[in-house]
């Protein structure tokens, strides 16, 4: 006979009792064997009850996985909404003719798309992977859509922006015939930029919010909002610190728009969503990067509104709405890791939902059926 560890959590066994004793209880027949709990009702444990606390999980172990993404996808975060934002304010500048501002606008946004792409790249690992991703489109899925959208943005920027180069260099770049070709498809390729810009700024948010990460999760009908705003903000900045007051008119415009629409929807998205699931978004390391991006954003405002014509404040106003927007989209990015590592915020807000779904009589359901 072997022992173990375990064999102190087994009860003590009772007697033997002798065969003849057996054989004579065995006589009362099936009723009596019922009755004396034969059928397994009277066996005890093997091991003690788990006592599991609540809104908690099993050991305490994450109830999602969170996914695998580390700073790159971060910046690669940030870095979309500066080349869609700056695709759209070289549009701007292309229909008004203000070249600075288109010139600055096309290298912006080839430059922010080919580091992010290179950002998104060295996550994935391989660089055939991304090319695997566009073998199929599949619109119920954003990763999917967001890779063609990017596809087709890089290639609309790149060669918008190689016109310009070819501009800068007065005309240099051994193109040979293909100069005249690229002097006609500029325009087009400019302004399919700038139709792409607000899909690559935001389609980032729809990423995040699609998956079962609680923050992120719960902040998905105001996300989009946020992330469209914060390319504002950098995009705009970047002009503000590049290009001449004279022609930075629409980026001083934009500025302050996206300050106003980043203050009203980070506001709205922290109130509609579950206030637990929303404290990632204020402790720690993310909290502290939505403040001081809040805090940024205020000032970037007012200054770019105030005195957003003069050199000096253009540029320090223009910094800090650039710093302000890198710091929103890190911000959100950490705070959804760091909700997916405590089961409390995905237990809690499943059990509060399903308390004001029996609150609110729906019983007749899969979900509600149970407990």
């Known amino acids: 006979m072997t022992a173990s560890?375990?064999?102190?959590?087994?009860?003590?066994?009772?007697?033997?009792?002798?065969?003849?004793d057996r054989d004579r209880r065995s006589k009362g027949g099936a009723g009596s064997w019922f009755k004396r709990g034969g059928d397994g009702a009277r066996e005890m444990p093997v091991v003690p009850d788990a006592e599991v606390e609540p809104y908690t999980s099993y050991y305490g172990r994450p109830v999602v996985k969170a996914p695998p993404w580390k700073k790159e996808i971060a910046l690669y975060l940030f870095l979309g909404g500066v080349a869609g934002g700056s695709a759209l304010l070289a549009l701007g500048g292309q229909v008004t003719d203000r070249t600075a501002l288109r010139r600055n606008g096309r290298l912006a946004a080839l430059g922010a798309a080919g580091a992010g792409s290179l950002a998104l790249i060295t996550d994935l690992g391989r660089p055939e992977r991304f090319l695997n991703m566009?073998?199929?489109?599949?619109?119920?899925?954003?990763?999917?859509?967001?890779?063609?959208?990017?596809a087709a943005f890089s290639t609309c920027a790149g060669v918008a922006a190689a016109a310009e180069v070819d501009e800068?260099?007065?005309?240099?770049?051994?193109?040979?015939p293909l100069r005249a070709v690229l002097r006609t498809t500029a325009p087009v390729a400019g302004a399919g930029?700038?139709?792409?810009?607000?899909?690559?700024?935001?389609?980032?948010?729809?990423?995040?919010?699609?998956?079962?990460?609680?923050?992120?999760?719960?902040?998905?009908?105001?996300?989009?909002?946020?992330?469209?705003s914060s390319a504002s903000l950098a995009a705009s900045g970047l002009a503000?610190?590049?290009?001449?007051?004279?022609?930075?008119?629409?980026?001083?415009?934009?500025?302050?728009?996206?300050?106003?629409?980043?203050?009203?929807?980070?506001?709205?998205?922290?109130?509609?969503?579950?206030?637990?699931a929303a404290e990632p978004l204020h402790q720690g390391r993310p909290g502290?990067?939505?403040?001081?991006?809040?805090?940024?954003?205020?000032?970037?405002?007012?200054?770019?509104?105030?005195?957003?014509?003069?050199?000096?404040?253009?540029?320090?106003?223009?910094?800090?709405?650039?710093?302000?927007?890198?710091?929103?989209?890190?911000?959100?990015?950490?705070?959804?890791?760091?909700?997916?590592?405590d089961p409390r915020y995905t237990v809690e807000p499943q059990r509060r939902r399903l308390e004001a779904r029996r609150a609110a009589g729906q019983?007749?359901?899969s979900i509600t059926t149970a407990g």
């Open 5 to 20: 560890e375990f064999d102190s959590y087994r009860p003590p066994e009772p007697p033997r009792r002798r065969r003849r």
């Open 134 to 150: 566009l073998r199929t489109i599949k619109p119920t899925s954003p990763m999917s859509l967001g890779s063609w959208v990017l």
């Open 168 to 176: 800068l260099t007065a005309e240099r770049l051994p193109l040979g």
């Open 193 to 228: 930029a700038g139709l792409l810009g607000a899909p690559l700024a935001g389609y980032t948010a729809v990423l995040l919010s699609d998956t079962a990460v609680p923050t992120w999760n719960a902040v998905r009908e105001d996300l989009p909002f946020v992330f469209v």
């Open 240 to 276: 503000m610190i590049t290009t001449p007051v004279a022609q930075a008119g629409p980026a001083r415009a934009l500025a302050v728009m996206g300050a106003v629409g980043e203050l009203v929807a980070q506001n709205v998205m922290e109130r509609r969503a579950d206030h637990v």
């Open 288 to 341: 502290r990067m939505l403040s001081w991006s809040e805090r940024l954003v205020v000032a970037g405002g007012l200054g770019t509104l105030l005195a957003g014509r003069r050199r000096w404040a253009a540029v320090l106003s223009g910094a800090a709405l650039l710093t302000s927007s890198a710091l929103t989209r890190f911000g959100v990015f950490y705070a959804g890791l760091e909700s997916a590592k």
């Open 363 to 365: 019983t007749g359901d």
